[in-house]
């Protein structure tokens, strides 16, 4: 019974392929996130998602596309993968933008 | 700009020892502050959280915050470090819904 969960947990792939990563809370919250964490560690939102409404899109290349299906579910779509995209990506919920709660990652490999 | 800053990138203590961990920010009023904590291979866990009210914040694990207006602080602490508690650490503040964290402190611990 994971509060947020993320599939896969890890992900190789070649570059210029497309992938997914899927997010699915079952903690009844109306806001998602994702966060990306570099090599450095260093940890920058993405975008969020409030009841499938997006709100936050940070500085973020159009190849990087995420889809809310359900209040749920946030998942993010990766086209024409590159070497600079291999990273940890967080996925994260909360009620009300306040305290969120982060699933285990998804960590890119991109060669 | 709002920014967060943990000036120690790593600190290393012997295990029994007292920790602190430091964070200053930098944002017009009284943000939401955090603490979360990232285990090897692992996601973010939060530690603790301040809103408002008093400024000695309690936390799992036996951590403990105290919020500092006047010096922009929101410093970590723990009276007795476990092997265990090696990891990286993460101030983190949120801001219209957004969380912008600090750039880490890893915490080494000795036998």
């Known amino acids: 019974d994971t509060a947020v969960s993320q599939t896969p947990k890890y992900l190789v792939t070649q570059m210029g392929n497309d992938k997914s990563i899927k997010c699915e809370q079952n903690?009844?919250?109306?806001?998602m996130y994702w966060y990306k964490q570099d090599s450095k560690k260093f940890l920058k939102i993405m975008f969020s998602y409030n009841n499938k409404e997006l709100i936050i899109n940070e500085t973020v290349p159009n190849r990087f596309s995420p889809k809310s299906p359900d209040k749920a579910h946030l998942n993010l779509h990766i086209n024409s993968l590159e070497l600079g995209d291999s990273a940890v990506y967080f996925c994260?919920?909360?009620?009300?933008?306040?305290?969120?709660?982060f699933g285990p990652g998804t960590r890119l490999l991109v060669l | 700009a709002q920014s967060v800053t943990q000036p120690d990138i790593h600190i290393t203590v012997s295990e029994g020892a007292s920790l602190e961990l430091r964070c200053n920010y930098s944002?017009?009023?009284?943000?939401?502050l955090f603490w979360y904590v990232q285990s090897p291979g692992q996601g973010l866990q939060l530690l603790l959280k301040y809103f408002s009210g008093d400024t000695l914040v309690q936390g799992i694990k036996g951590f403990e915050a105290e919020f500092k207006r006047s010096q922009s602080s929101f410093n970590l602490r723990k009276p007795s470090v476990h092997w265990s508690d090696a990891a990286e650490y993460f101030c983190a503040v949120s801001l219209t819904g957004k969380l912008i964290f600090g750039q880490g402190t890893t915490l080494q611990v000795k036998p």
């Open positions: 994260a919920s909360s009620q009300d933008d306040k305290t969120q709660y």
């Open positions: 903690l009844g919250h109306d806001t």
């Open positions: 944002y017009g009023a009284t943000p939401y």
